[in-house]
């Protein structure tokens, strides 16, 4: 509503200079996901992401079985023992539950640098951009209710910033 309100405002009250040809709007989230570099981070992050999880699922597997055997055990070995081995247990489920959030809050850290990183970038070839063709207000499309396809210059705009920015470095 609030996006709203300041797009009825800009095109209502605004200078008479400011007519639609001076308007256009991008797709950021576009952008992000399907240019070279954001594909490249992104990849890199599911990979990563789906590593990790595999390396945690054969721990876990890992940690299930010797569950099974220490409940097999528990007639045979003595009450300290057996609480002893319960202790070892809940340990090693307890480090597997901070591992696992550690590589969660690694890739969602990586995956806002990235964003960040691919922004930065786009900044410079967006001001260059509308100072050659006299665009006035580039928006973001999330923030427009209904406008014209001709005033999207989301594909010129991702045809540049793929020719300057090949990947994004992430490590």
Not at 152 to 158: E, V
């Amino acid at each position: 509503m609030k996006n709203f309100l300041i797009i009825f405002f800009i095109l209502f009250f605004a200078p008479k200079s400011l007519h639609a040809e001076n308007l256009h709007f991008i797709d950021f989230k576009y952008i992000l996901n399907e240019s070279d570099a954001g594909k490249k981070a992104q990849n890199f992050l599911k990979s990563k992401l789906e590593n990790g999880i595999k390396k945690l699922k054969d721990k876990e597997l890992k940690i299930q079985e010797e569950e099974k055997k220490v409940i097999q055990q528990k007639k045979i070995i003595s009450a300290e023992e057996y609480k002893k081995k319960v202790t070892e247990l809940r340990n090693k489920v307890s480090s597997l539950q901070k591992e696992r959030n550690s590589l969660l809050n690694d890739v969602s850290k990586q995956r806002s640098k990235a964003k960040n990183e691919l922004l930065r970038n786009l900044n410079p070839i967006l001001e260059t951009y509308m100072k050659e063709k006299r665009i006035r207000i580039v928006l973001d499309k999330k923030s427009i209710l209904l406008a014209d396809e001709n005033l999207n210059i989301t594909r010129d705009i991702m045809k540049i910033l793929n020719q300057k920015l090949k990947s994004i470095k992430l490590n």
